[in-house]
């Protein structure tokens, strides 16, 4: 079975310009939630999508949006893009909607951006 | 506020020796606890959690972690660590309600085993 999936692995961008990031959860997964986990820190939470309806948002400017198509795949788009927002970002699948269920997430291998 | 400390960036130990990676916590409620690891250039994969019941949880890959809740923690403990044990680890509780649940994470603890 193929685990998640995330697009594209690595991606440098310049600033100002804006980035989209994809991701394919776990085969019969509705929940992904997206994190951005800068070197030497742990994740941090940016959304959450259940059933296609954003079900949470972590402490992130307008910039960052995100959204869920019909088959649960979901994409995270980046505007206006800023040195600090250089990071590995990581995209997680859970059945439900993990931390109401406590079921564990499977996370995908990340997308490296590297905006100079 | 609702958090989660490790308080070790990096953690050595001897191939063989037990392990210890701490892991502190502060929300309100029962927490839901888990423990992750991420090995270099790819994602981050489930060891286990708790979530009630027995305060010693079993894991992937013979870990194991102990819940107190007097103490707010939930140390990860292996008895006999391996060299492909090194790897960053973190501790992550659920914390807010309703739709503002999150998950929120420590920093990571490198451990790095020794042969």
């Known amino acids: 079975d193929a685990g998640v999936t995330q697009s594209p692995t690595h991606l440098i961008k310049t600033r100002g310009q804006q980035v989209t990031l994809r991701c394919s959860p776990i085969s019969g997964h509705k929940s992904v939630s997206w994190y951005q986990q800068v070197l030497g820190q742990g994740p941090q939470f940016i959304f959450q999508?259940?059933?296609?309806?954003?079900?949470g948002r972590g402490n992130f400017p307008d910039r960052f949006s995100a959204r869920q198509f019909p088959n649960y795949s979901s994409e995270l788009n980046v505007n206006a893009l800023l040195l600090g927002d250089s990071a590995l970002y990581l995209c997680?699948?859970?059945?439900?909607?993990?931390?109401?269920?406590?079921?564990?997430?499977?996370f995908g291998p990340g997308t490296r951006l590297t905006v100079l | 506020a609702q958090s989660v400390a490790q308080p070790e960036d990096q953690v050595n130990v001897a191939e063989g020796n037990p392990l210890t990676v701490k892991c502190t916590y502060s929300?309100?409620?029962?927490?839901?606890l888990f423990w992750y690891v991420q090995y270099p250039n790819r994602g981050l994969q489930f060891l286990l959690k708790?979530?009630?019941?027995d305060n010693l949880v079993k894991g992937s890959y013979g870990f194991e972690a102990e819940f107190n809740k007097s103490q707010t923690s939930f140390h990860l403990k292996k008895p006999s660590a391996l060299v492909s044990d090194s790897a960053l680890y973190f501790c992550?509780?659920?914390?807010?309600?309703?739709?503002?649940?999150?998950?929120?994470w420590g920093l990571g603890t490198s451990l790095a085993v020794n042969p």
């Open positions: 992550a509780v659920r914390a807010g309600a309703g739709n503002n649940r999150k998950l929120i």
């Open positions: 929300v309100s409620g029962n927490p839901y």
């Open positions: 997680a699948s859970s059945l439900l909607i993990a931390e109401l269920a406590g079921n564990e997430q499977f």
């Open positions: 999508y259940y059933e296609k309806e954003e079900r």
């Open positions: 708790y979530i009630t019941g």
